[in-house]
């Protein structure tokens, strides 16, 4: 039920205010993006190794939002999204490496591999829907664990362990006023950081539309009532499938730039049963079926692994306490278990989510006032 | 709660959105922040390593780094005019526990920014250099690995197509290698294995790109000479027990199995698992298995007498000249042997100093053309240099056996003749 | 290939199967009760099995006669038993308990939470490298002639799954415990109605499924002789799928899944090859759900209007 405005004021301990400040509000996600363009030109370090681990985060937010459509919107679990990450990286690579004769061009490649992950995954939704709950986790789970030992094995095909390589840049021998552009791509890391935030961003807009279209909707219903749904006369199979392909056409994105950013598909561990839970966690702490707190989510969990743990490791380094190398004594020692105690702690705190979406936030508030 | 959703007020909105603006926003300007940017020190070189510090290869990667360290420390941190800082950088990640792709990508860009990097050791795995050697290429940053093998990264025309020039994509050189490429061991193993009298033969591999690669030179190599290949498989590295493949390569009865892999990938538990399904044949391993972890993995009386292992250069007991000194003060800091690759580490990293003193000014393009250059170096793996594509001419290699739950020396393998035949450079 | 040869496959899937149904029984049991995928029942196994390492190198167990190595495997059984069962215990008290009324998946969450936890003290309990468990039985085939192997370790396997899932089927059937199991894992708000007190069945229901764990770790390192700290994983997908295969929430199910995926892999590694077991375990587990999407044994359950 659509609560009258003032409740909200009251929960959020925040008052309504007119203006600059309520738009930004509102439009958080511009000021974001806005602040993460402009960073390149103040933060020489986005010229390095930072922008490429911000733009492997940036992947992996986009690779969440695809999840989060299935777990958060619909509220189908999914073990195996890296499998769909995978798919997308590997039809990239199969579309543009010299070892087979198509080599598209980078944006035909994504426009077709991201098109044909969305096939698969219909075509793995239509025979498991009837299954419910963590009957179809597991044969997600199943159907990731089948596609990595597949890319192992089709050696002809995936290049087996050595995975496909090297996947140009985009704009490969294309000259933009005298830059070759696949070249500026492969030199600074600054040109993938601006084209996976640009995904991003396109991403982030496309989900806030579909959130609140007639689909976004239908896909919550069926997630809260599935009879229910059906009564009011919405497709229960068509919307779910609907939510298969979207969430693997979004992995498959995520899996095109992958492939572009590494210029390598990695082997098929890349796409393993870790990476999948590890994004699922991400979306499930920053809070379900919310675009924020997906982000969010990412942000922390993967930002811990590639960005503070190497950077508190040489840290420790730099100063010296450690000059026999315990591991006792190193912060990648403590790896696992800081991360695990993290994900307790905040889900003790937070069942929710850090940023729980506003439906589910209303739907808590209600049931425990 | 109704799935309708209420009109979009304004407030209403923002009830949720407005915590997100004020938490992103600061967390991502802090994760642009953490990686603070200093002028470069023009008497300070730094070297960096990338090896997996996490996860199971640590033991391997931590003899490695103690050599490297050994060697900066004997060097009193000095070269030629410069102060020497070392950096160890990690290619794994605790959620991966293995190397993983973008941390190794990571690790190479982070050295590239670093004005004072001026050489990098690794990486450990094979695949792992693939995805480094374009990226360091472009900066002509000298890389220097202790542990590949994987021939497609030096040697044209021996890969797959397009190697090695697609991590060349300067098209001037800047990797090197301190340790054999797997064009000597597996074919010299299987000659050695057809000395040895064996006749039929079960291939096993691991289906990673080291062992994966050596099992099948091995595998072809057989067929050449001669030796009937029973089967040849691919295990999962992470599966637990091997007890009906060994139930099937007892049915086909070889006189020898061999095993493409390395500790990681399970070669305990396959050396373990050969032995309850009481197939008696020898038991044959590549380098990657030359370690301590291995015998005690797989339980010494399962190995003794039967498990052969090659490896490239002469054990650490064996070595003679500043290797056996190397072994001296290795024994007396850490009250060990030093593990197979702690040597390579060393020479790694003594190499790295050597090209540093010879261009003697702090230009990449100038140290990795000085590395390149060491055609003569006598170092604790003896006396040796680089060849035109990186790769080590030392072609020593040499076959141990367990015995007593410790390898033994057992002989050194001919590898001039055996490479001509094999009509190997 | 021989009869035998298929014969010989069929006792090693069997007796892999019988492992891994013990391991799977601690899923279904928690699943039932509070609908949640345990993720760190896996790696509880590995903290399992590194005490039952400790414990035997620190009593020299390999180098005892055949009577204390009897002796001492019961004993292993029982403390890694005990250990396990009060470590699940106290997880479920501190980490899960707090979470009863949050949404579904936020227990999902800290499950995977707790498996890191407890790797990160695997790691520092036994080290990075994978650590061999000694050879405690003779190796001595018991069956007659040359064809066919089987050997005091895998009667073992056999000896202690065998009587543990008698007791727990006697105990949830017929014990007052079991049934009030039964009645929470129905329906949890009707059973405290009735005057079941649901925290204590949820607690022994932990203390159980983790006691089993404990069971299946000793064996573990008896049977496949090695121990490492990431084996928590692989046992944990495994064994989880058998469960979910025979039907999650269901005890005989979960013994019937376990035995059906280790002869899969067994059969499918001896026919197909090995390298292709991950894929046909999990094609062949997909197939049977889309026909069966309640599983082998499990209960269809409508939903509720």
Same mark, same amino acid.
């Given at each position: 039920?659509?609560?009258?405005a003032?409740?909200?004021?009251?929960?959020?301990?925040?008052?309504?205010?007119?203006?600059?400040?309520?738009?930004?509000?509102?439009?958080?996600?511009?000021?974001?993006?806005?602040?993460?363009?402009?960073?390149?030109?103040?933060?020489?370090a986005?010229?390095?190794?930072?922008?490429?681990q911000?733009?492997?985060?940036?992947?992996?937010?986009?690779?969440?939002?695809g999840?989060?459509?299935?777990?958060?919107?619909?509220?189908?679990?999914?073990?195996?999204?890296?499998?769909?990450?995978?798919?997308?990286?590997?039809?990239?690579?199969?579309l543009t490496?010299?070892?087979?004769?198509?080599?598209?061009?980078?944006?035909?490649?994504a426009?077709?591999?991201?098109?044909?992950?969305?096939?698969?995954g219909?075509?793995l939704?239509?025979?498991?829907?009837?299954?419910?709950?963590?009957?179809?986790?597991?044969?997600?789970?199943?159907?990731?664990?089948?596609?990595k030992?597949?890319?192992?094995?089709?050696?002809?095909?995936?290049?087996?362990?050595?995975?496909?390589?090297?996947?140009?840049?985009?704009?490969?021998?294309?000259?933009?006023?005298?830059?070759?552009?696949?070249?500026?791509?492969?030199?600074?890391?600054?040109?993938?950081?601006?084209?996976?935030?640009?995904?991003?961003?396109?991403?982030?807009?496309?989900?806030?539309?579909?959130?609140?279209?007639?689909?976004?909707?239908?896909?919550?219903?069926?997630?809260?009532?599935?009879?229910?749904?059906?009564?009011?006369?919405?497709?229960?199979?068509?919307?779910?499938?609907?939510?298969?392909?979207?969430?693997?056409?979004?992995?498959?994105?995520?899996?095109?730039?992958?492939?572009?950013?590494?210029?390598?598909?990695?082997d098929?561990?890349?796409?393993?049963?870790?990476?999948?839970?590890?994004?699922?966690?991400a979306?499930?702490?920053?809070?379900?079926?919310?675009?924020?707190?997906?982000?969010?989510?990412?942000?922390?969990?993967?930002?811990?692994?590639?960005?503070?743990?190497?950077?508190a490791?040489?840290?420790?380094?730099?100063m010296?306490?450690?000059?026999?190398?315990?591991s006792?004594?190193?912060?990648?020692?403590?790896?696992?278990?800081?991360?695990?105690?993290?994900?307790?702690?905040?889900?003790?705190?937070?069942?929710?989510?850090?940023?729980?979406?506003?439906?589910l936030?209303?739907?808590l508030?209600?049931?425990?006032? | 709660?109704?799935?309708?959703?209420?009109?979009?007020?304004?407030?209403?909105?923002?009830?949720?959105?407005?915590?997100?603006?004020?938490?992103?926003?600061p967390?991502?300007?802090?994760?642009?922040l953490?990686?603070?940017?200093?002028?470069?020190?023009?008497?300070?070189?730094?070297?960096?390593?990338?090896?997996p510090?996490?996860?199971?290869?640590k033991?391997?990667?931590?003899a490695?780094?103690?050599?490297?360290?050994?060697?900066?420390?004997?060097?009193?941190?000095?070269?030629?005019?410069?102060?020497?800082?070392?950096?160890?950088?990690?290619?794994a990640?605790?959620?991966?526990?293995?190397?993983?792709?973008?941390?190794?990508?990571a690790?190479?860009?982070?050295?590239?920014?670093?004005?004072?990097?001026?050489?990098?050791?690794?990486?450990?795995?094979?695949?792992?250099?693939?995805?480094?050697?374009?990226?360091?290429?472009?900066?002509?940053?000298?890389?220097?690995?202790?542990?590949?093998?994987?021939?497609?990264?030096?040697k044209?025309?021996?890969?797959?197509?397009?190697?090695?020039?697609?991590?060349?994509?300067?098209?001037?050189?800047?990797y090197?290698?301190?340790?054999?490429?797997?064009?000597?061991?597996?074919? $010299?193993?299987?000659?050695?294995?057809?000395?040895?009298?064996?006749?039929?033969?079960?291939?096993?591999?691991?289906?990673?790109?080291?062992?994966?690669?050596?099992?099948?030179?091995?595998?072809?190599?057989c067929?050449?000479i001669?030796?009937?290949?029973?089967?040849?498989?691919?295990?999962?590295?992470?599966?637990?027990?091997?007890?009906?493949?060994?139930?099937?390569?007892?049915?086909?009865?070889?006189?020898?199995?061999?095993?493409?892999?390395?500790?990681?990938?399970?070669?305990?538990?396959?050396?373990?698992?050969?032995?309850s399904?009481?197939?008696?044949?020898?038991?044959?391993v590549?380098?990657?298995?030359?370690?301590?972890?291995?015998?005690?993995?797989?339980?010494?009386?399962? $190995?003794?007498?039967?498990?052969?292992?090659?490896?490239?250069?002469?054990?650490?007991?064996?070595?003679t000249?500043?290797?056996?000194?190397?072994?001296?003060?290795?024994?007396?800091?850490?009250?060990?042997?030093?593990?197979?690759?702690?040597?390579y580490?060393?020479?790694?990293?003594?190499?790295?100093?050597?090209?540093?003193?010879?261009?003697?000014?702090?230009?990449?393009?100038?140290?990795?053309?000085?590395?390149?250059?060491?055609?003569?170096?006598?170092?604790?793996?003896?006396?040796?240099?680089?060849?035109?594509?990186?790769d080590?001419?030392?072609?020593?290699?040499?076959?141990?056996?367990?015995?007593?739950?410790?390898?033994?020396?057992?002989?050194? $393998?001919?590898?001039?003749?055996?490479?001509?035949?094999?009509?190997?450079? | 290939?021989?009869?035998?040869?298929?014969?010989?496959?069929?006792?090693?899937?069997?007796?892999?199967?019988?492992?891994?149904?013990?391991v799977?029984?601690?899923?279904?049991?928690?699943?039932?009760?509070?609908?949640?995928?345990?993720?760190?029942?896996?790696?509880?196994?590995?903290?399992g099995?590194?005490?039952?390492?400790?414990?035997?190198?620190?009593?020299?167990?390999?180098?005892?006669?055949?009577?204390?190595?009897?002796?001492?495997?019961?004993?292993?059984?029982?403390?890694?038993?005990l250990?396990?069962?009060g470590l699940?215990?106290?997880?479920?008290?501190?980490?899960?308990?707090?979470?009863?009324t949050?949404?579904?998946?936020?227990?999902?969450?800290?499950?995977?939470?707790?498996s890191?936890?407890?790797?990160?003290?695997?790691?520092?309990?036994?080290?990075p490298?994978?650590?061999?468990?000694?050879?405690?039985?003779?190796?001595?085939?018991?069956?007659?002639?040359?064809?066919?192997?089987?050997?005091?370790?895998?009667?073992?396997?056999?000896?202690?799954v065998?009587?543990?899932?008698?007791a727990?089927?006697?105990?949830?059937?017929?014990?007052?415990?079991?049934?009030?199991?039964?009645?929470?894992?129905?329906?949890?708000?009707a059973?405290?109605?009735?005057?079941?007190?649901?925290?204590?069945?949820?607690?022994?229901?932990?203390?159980?499924?983790?006691?089993?764990?404990?069971?299946a770790?000793?064996?573990y390192?008896?049977?496949?002789?090695t121990?490492?700290?990431?084996?928590?994983?692989?046992?944990?997908?495994?064994?989880?799928?058998?469960?979910?295969l025979g039907?999650?929430?269901?005890?005989?199910?979960?013994?019937?899944?376990?035995?059906?995926?280790?002869?899969?892999?067994?059969?499918?590694?001896?026919?197909v090859?090995?390298?292709?077991?991950g894929?046909?375990?999990?094609?062949?587990?997909?197939?049977?759900?889309?026909?069966?999407?309640?599983?082998?044994?499990?209960?269809?359950?409508?939903?509720?209007?």
């Amino acid at each position: 039920m659509p609560r009258p405005a003032t409740a909200v004021d009251v929960a959020t301990g925040l008052p309504a205010r007119a203006g600059v400040l309520a738009w930004l509000r509102e439009r958080w996600e511009i000021v974001a993006l806005a602040v993460l363009a402009l960073a390149p030109l103040v933060v020489p370090a986005l010229g390095g190794a930072l922008g490429g681990q911000m733009t492997t985060l940036f992947i992996y937010c986009i690779l969440a939002l695809g999840l989060n459509v299935m777990v958060g919107y619909t509220g189908l679990v999914h073990l195996g999204i890296a499998a769909f990450f995978g798919i997308g990286a590997y039809l990239m690579a199969i579309l543009t490496v010299p070892m087979y004769p198509f080599q598209i061009g980078w944006l035909a490649a994504a426009v077709v591999s991201v098109l044909l992950t969305a096939g698969i995954g219909l075509a793995l939704g239509a025979p498991t829907l009837r299954l419910r709950g963590d009957y179809l986790a597991i044969v997600t789970l199943g159907f990731g664990e089948v596609v990595k030992v597949t890319l192992r094995n089709l050696e002809q095909i995936t290049g087996g362990m050595k995975g496909l390589n090297p996947v140009p840049p985009p704009g490969a021998g294309v000259k933009v006023a005298g830059i070759d552009l696949g070249l500026a791509f492969a030199i600074d890391p600054r040109w993938f950081y601006y084209l996976s935030l640009l995904a991003l961003a396109g991403v982030v807009v496309a989900m806030r539309r579909l959130e609140h279209s007639r689909l976004g909707r239908a896909w919550v219903a069926v997630r809260e009532d599935e009879l229910a749904a059906s009564a009011m006369g919405i497709s229960a199979t068509r919307v779910k499938l609907s939510a298969f392909a979207m969430s693997s056409a979004v992995a498959g994105l995520a899996g095109c730039l992958y492939a572009g950013s590494l210029s390598t598909t990695a082997d098929p561990n890349a796409y393993d049963f870790n990476r999948s839970i590890m994004v699922l966690c991400a979306v499930i702490l920053g809070g379900l079926g919310s675009i924020p707190g997906t982000l969010l989510g990412v942000a922390i969990l993967v930002g811990f692994d590639t960005v503070l743990a190497p950077w508190a490791d040489s840290l420790i380094q730099q100063m010296n306490i450690n000059p026999l190398g315990s591991s006792l004594l190193s912060f990648s020692g403590w790896r696992l278990a800081i991360f695990g105690l993290a994900l307790v702690l905040v889900m003790r705190y937070r069942p929710e989510g850090l940023v729980p979406s506003r439906r589910l936030a209303a739907e808590l508030r209600e049931a425990h006032p | 709660m109704t799935w309708f959703d209420p009109p979009r007020t304004g407030a209403l909105h923002s009830a949720v959105m407005n915590p997100t603006a004020r938490l992103i926003a600061p967390l991502f300007a802090c994760l642009l922040l953490v990686t603070a940017c200093r002028p470069a020190d023009p008497g300070l070189v730094k070297i960096v390593s990338s090896l997996p510090r996490t996860g199971s290869a640590k033991q391997q990667t931590d003899a490695i780094v103690r050599g490297l360290r050994m060697a900066i420390e004997e060097a009193e941190g000095k070269v030629g005019p410069f102060r020497v800082e070392y950096l160890d950088l990690d290619d794994a990640t605790a959620a991966a526990g293995q190397w993983t792709s973008e941390a190794e990508a990571a690790n190479a860009r982070r050295a590239l920014q670093d004005p004072d990097v001026v050489a990098y050791i690794g990486t450990y795995n094979s695949g792992a250099a693939k995805v480094s050697m374009p990226i360091l290429n472009l900066g002509d940053l000298l890389m220097v690995s202790p542990a590949n093998t994987a021939v497609g990264l030096t040697k044209p025309g021996l890969g797959e197509p397009g190697e090695p020039n697609v991590y060349r994509p300067t098209g001037r050189l800047n990797y090197t290698r301190v340790v054999p490429a797997d064009d000597l061991q597996g074919p $010299l193993s299987a000659d050695w294995a057809q000395e040895r009298g064996v006749k039929k033969v079960y291939i096993l591999d691991d289906s990673e790109v080291y062992g994966k690669g050596i099992a099948d030179l091995f595998d072809e190599r057989c067929r050449e000479i001669g030796i009937e290949v029973l089967g040849h498989d691919s295990i999962d590295a992470k599966a637990q027990e091997f007890k009906s493949l060994m139930a099937s390569v007892k049915a086909a009865g070889p006189d020898l199995v061999y095993f493409g892999g390395t500790t990681q990938s399970k070669g305990g538990q396959l050396a373990k698992d050969m032995v309850s399904a009481g197939i008696t044949a020898l038991l044959m391993v590549p380098d990657g298995c030359r370690e301590q972890v291995f015998i005690d993995s797989a339980g010494a009386a399962n $190995l003794e007498g039967r498990c052969f292992v090659t490896f490239g250069g002469l054990p650490p007991e064996k070595l003679t000249g500043k290797g056996s000194e190397f072994v001296e003060r290795y024994k007396k800091k850490f009250g060990e042997l030093p593990e197979a690759y702690a040597v390579y580490g060393y020479e790694a990293a003594c190499v790295a100093l050597q090209a540093i003193r010879d261009a003697g000014v702090k230009d990449r393009r100038g140290i990795s053309d000085a590395a390149l250059a060491i055609k003569d170096f006598d170092g604790a793996l003896g006396r040796w240099g680089f060849d035109e594509n990186g790769d080590t001419t030392m072609r020593t290699l040499t076959v141990s056996v367990v015995k007593n739950g410790k390898f033994e020396f057992e002989e050194v $393998l001919d590898a001039n003749a055996v490479g001509d035949e094999a009509g190997l450079r | 290939m021989s009869v035998q040869f298929f014969l010989q496959q069929c006792l090693i899937g069997l007796t892999n199967g019988a492992l891994i149904a013990l391991v799977a029984l601690g899923y279904t049991m928690v699943y039932g009760i509070i609908g949640l995928i345990n993720f760190a029942h896996g790696d509880l196994i590995m903290l399992g099995a590194c005490l039952a390492l400790s414990i035997v190198t620190a009593l020299g167990l390999a180098a005892a006669g055949p009577t204390a190595t009897w002796l001492g495997i019961a004993m292993l059984v029982v403390v890694c038993g005990l250990f396990c069962g009060g470590l699940n215990l106290a997880v479920d008290r501190i980490v899960y308990k707090p979470l009863r009324t949050a949404p579904k998946l936020a227990p999902l969450v800290s499950a995977i939470g707790v498996s890191f936890i407890f790797m990160n003290i695997g790691l520092f309990w036994i080290g990075p490298a994978d650590r061999s468990f000694p050879e405690l039985l003779p190796a001595a085939n018991l069956l007659p002639g040359e064809g066919l192997q089987f050997t005091w370790k895998d009667l073992l396997v056999v000896l202690v799954v065998v009587p543990l899932m008698v007791a727990l089927s006697l105990l949830v059937k017929s014990t007052r415990l079991g049934k009030a199991m039964r009645a929470v894992s129905q329906d949890a708000t009707a059973a405290a109605l009735v005057g079941i007190d649901v925290d204590r069945v949820i607690a022994a229901t932990f203390f159980i499924g983790g006691f089993l764990g404990g069971a299946a770790s000793v064996i573990y390192g008896l049977y496949i002789n090695t121990i490492g700290f990431q084996m928590g994983f692989q046992n944990g997908l495994y064994a989880f799928t058998a469960a979910v295969l025979g039907g999650i929430g269901s005890i005989p199910g979960a013994v019937v899944g376990g035995i059906v995926i280790g002869l899969v892999r067994a059969l499918s590694s001896a026919y197909v090859g090995e390298r292709w077991t991950g894929a046909i375990v999990f094609a062949i587990l997909i197939v049977i759900l889309v026909f069966r999407p309640e599983g082998l044994l499990g209960r269809r359950t409508r939903e509720k209007v």
